[in-house]
T-cell receptor
Framework: AQKVTQAQTEISVVEKEDVTLDCVYE???????LFWYKQPPSGELVFLIR????DEQNEISGRYSWNFQKSTSSFNFTITASQVVDSAVYFC?????WGGGADGLTFGKGTHLIIQP | DGGITQSPKYLFRKEGQNVTLSCEQN?????MYWYRQDPGQGLRLIYY???????QKGDIAEGYSVSREKKESFPLTVTSAQKNPTAFYLC?????????????FGPGTRLTVL
């Protein structure tokens, strides 16, 4: 069985601070995929990034960056120079490959990020 | 505009009644999914479908039923057998190709049982 742990239930920072959201995953599969989604107050989940288990390169997209480390089973997400619009719940999720076909995601419980002006 | 629509946005139901939540996508995706979200919790998978006329139970399928008669549509029925149906329900879809698969979500339906 798969498991995703987001130990930080809520984080509150002042605007322009950097903030890192932690994600630790568990799976016995050697092929798997990791995701981050953002859920603003409206409720819809917005896709941010997908990473497969064979690609440990870090990724940067504007103020967002992701650090994938297989050795520690972590896929952490950093927002640089945070803005009020970044306030949302962020979910880390995991999908495994069972020989093909699409299946569901295993989600962490989410981290509620509050950016104070 | 391509996307996923869910209706209604808010739904109220009396105890003992069945209710059906709509999910439609025009992304030409093969796979569709239903998740449930409770306050302070992550999403949990209810059902998923990889192709038309086929679907699989997820982690919490008891008290729910689905159908997949058309590629674009994947309605979810919350039956009276579901003990705690009040929750936020999210529908998602994806291409279904393992190598590139990413799930995209609709705006959700908030169900309240009175």
């Amino acid at each position: 069985a798969q498991k995703v742990t987001q130990a930080q239930t809520e984080i509150s920072v002042v605007e322009k601070e950097d903030v890192t959201l932690d994600c630790v995953y568990e799976t016995r599969d050697t092929t798997y995929y990791l995701f981050w989604y953002k859920q603003p107050p409206s409720g819809e989940l917005v896709f941010l990034i997908r990473r497969n288990s064979f690609d440990e390169q870090n990724e940067i997209s504007g103020r967002y960056s992701w650090n994938f480390q297989k050795s520690t089973s972590s896929f952490n997400f950093t927002i640089t120079a945070s803005q009020v619009v970044d306030s949302a719940v962020y979910f880390c999720a995991l999908s495994v490959s069972w020989g093909g076909g699409a299946d569901g995601l295993t989600f962490g419980k989410g981290t509620h990020l509050i950016i104070q002006p | 505009d391509g996307g996923i629509t869910q209706s209604p946005k808010y739904l109220f139901r009396k105890e003992g009644q069945n209710v059906t939540l709509s999910c439609e996508q025009n992304l030409n995706h093969d796979a569709m999914y239903w998740y449930r979200q409770d306050p302070g919790q992550g999403l949990r998978l209810i059902y998923y479908s990889q192709i038309v006329n086929d679907f699989q139970k997820g982690d919490i399928a008891e008290g729910y039923s689905v159908s997949r008669e058309k590629k674009e549509s994947f309605p979810l029925t919350v039956t009276s057998a579901q003990k705690n149906p009040t929750a936020f329900y999210l529908c998602a879809s994806s291409m279904g190709d393992r190598s590139t698969d990413t799930q995209y979500f609709g705006p959700g339906t908030r169900l309240t049982v009175l």
